[in-house]
């Protein structure tokens, strides 16, 4: 399973970079204003910046919600890097661009995906991610999980090549539990990758190992 970091600050993608884990970014507007990003230069820039950081896929996310004005804003994003990938909303217009983008070279992240059936129409479109958000499902009073286990069978049984891109991760558990249904990628905040390490029964081994250390030194 693929690590991405889901997050447009530039100090928590190098953080989780020197981890060493870390094999790409999917970023979305919500998180571009988060970091105080405003207008179209500012945003490409912060693209190129993430790219320049990150060797790996990074999601960039259109604006735009016509067939049209999403494949036009697609091809621009496209153009900052070869790492790009262009992220579309899971609507009727944007599984349109997708094939569009398919056909022409540009590789695609299907965002806002809730449901098998938008899954399913993403990858016959030829989606390259699909990104199931599991925490929003949660949120709902749902189990996001069993969504992504839905599609790992689905995927397999039909052979779609799409990459099930768990999103909207609230937890390590969520980490470890997509790994376990086989999502291809997760894409998570930092706090969450770095939750991975803890353990108090480590802390307290590490501990005492040192202090007997002291005695034999
Ligand atoms: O980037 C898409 C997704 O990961 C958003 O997560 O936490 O806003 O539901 P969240």
């Not at 049209?68 to 990938?85: C, Q, R």
């Not at 990858?123 to 949660?138: C, E, H, L, T, V």
Request: charged share 20%.
């Amino acid at each position: 399973m693929k690590f991405f970091i889901d997050t447009a600050n530039i100090d928590q993608i190098k953080e989780a970079h020197d981890l060493g884990i870390l094999d790409g970014v999917t970023t979305n507007p919500s998180l571009m204003a988060k970091e105080g990003i405003k207008g179209k230069e500012a945003v490409f820039n912060h693209y190129k910046t993430i790219c320049q950081l990150v060797e790996g896929d990074i999601s960039a996310e259109v604006i735009a919600t016509t067939f049209n004005e999403i494949v036009e804003e697609g091809k621009s994003l496209a153009a900052i890097h070869k790492n790009i990938v262009v992220k579309v909303p899971m609507i009727k217009d944007g599984v349109k661009a997708i094939k569009w983008f398919t056909d022409n070279g540009i590789r695609t992240n299907c965002t806002l995906v809730f449901s098998a059936g938008q899954a399913i129409l993403a990858a016959k479109a030829g989606a390259a991610y699909i990104s199931p958000f599991i925490g929003r499902i949660d949120d709902g009073g749902w189990d996001g999980m069993l969504l992504i286990e839905q599609l790992s069978l689905i995927f397999q049984v039909q052979g779609y090549k799409s990459e099930i891109l768990a999103a909207s991760i609230r937890s390590p558990n969520h980490i470890i539990r997509c790994a376990e249904a086989g999502a291809d990628v997760v894409t998570s905040p930092l706090d969450s990758i770095l939750g991975l390490l803890k353990h108090p029964l480590t802390d307290i081994g590490l501990a005492k190992f040192l202090e007997d250390a002291k005695k034999s030194a």
